[in-house]
């Protein structure tokens, strides 16, 4: 049996809870199916010592403020995941845990969203998957015989005890993990990046970069020169960890290696690095196979868009997957905005 509601939202993350709150506060009906078999969307499968790069006070959702955690000045991803099962309970939100959406179609002048859990009909579809469920791994040549993982198969360094690992990624999480594991003195740590790592100041974190990100996003709308955003300050936030390592002189990286070798891997000069475990923080892609039947893709797989509405599906909506779906969408505190705009635009819908 088809069930009708006026929108889908797919995915019950922080993207999709907040798109809920503001489709209340738009008078619609809507229901949001969530993969996942509990509350938290994916900071409840982050690695043990990651913290938020921002205070609670700003990390928030719309309408109800994070609360700080007891002896943290960033909550921890424990936390979040608290914050996101209580906001989603205080205000209600329809949300369907363990609902997988495997397509959405169109069907006359609706969606058609077909799910494990049924089939929904509805005049607008907001798809908030984000892009956890899809790592990315570049093609190496060569061929490692020891244990791989990508960013989110790692938990703790005691994983790793007595071994040596190979931490390849200049971002976030490859500068974390490495810190990570870098000062446990059981680990032995060799960092490969594609680039020398960038770190921003030690005084900037993510309330800075929300004011940076949201600063160019004005001046493009506006058609003002790029500024380049967060990118031109640096690629690393100096968390605690990071900073503990990298002054302690444990985050020295080396330069991408050019092949794997069945016990480590190799660089251009002939050198080589022996590993127990190589561990991939290359990034993620958006997750959006349930829409490959509305044909929407565009460059390095992304659906265009104007703001966050699909240009060849205007009842599609694309939530929280980086900057081309709203300026730090991808962030707690980023996400509501582009949430407000799109439920907006939704209600205004016949």
Known sequence: MIQHTDVVVVGGGQAGLAAGYHLRRQGLDFVILDAEASPGGSWQHMWDSLHLFSPADHSSLPGRLMSAQAGET???AGHVVDYLADYEKRYDLPVQHGAHVGAVRRDADRLLVVADAGTWRAKAV?????????????????????????TVNYRSPADFAGQRVIVVGGGNSGAQIAADLALDANVQVTWATQRPPRFLADDIDGRALFDVATARRRALDAGRTDTGG????????????????????????????????????????????????????????????????LNLRGPRGHIPTDGTRALGEPRLHLLGYGDWTGPASATLIGVGRPARDAAREIAQLS
Not at 133 to 144: C, I, N, S
């Open 74 to 76: 960033y909550p921890d």
């Open 230 to 293: 967060v990118a031109s300050l640096g690629d690393i936030v100096a968390v605690p960890p990071v900073r503990a390592a990298r002054d302690a002189g444990l985050l020295e990286a080396k330069p991408m290696f050019s092949r794997l070798t069945a016990d480590g891997a190799r660089w251009d000069d002939g050198s080589q690095s022996g590993a127990d475990a190589i561990i991939w923080c290359t990034g993620f892609r958006p997750a959006l196979s349930h829409l490959a039947p």
């Open 126 to 150: 907001i798809s908030a998957t984000g892009t956890w469920t899809r790592p990315f791994l570049p093609a190496v040549p060569g061929l490692f015989t020891g244990r791989q993982l990508h």
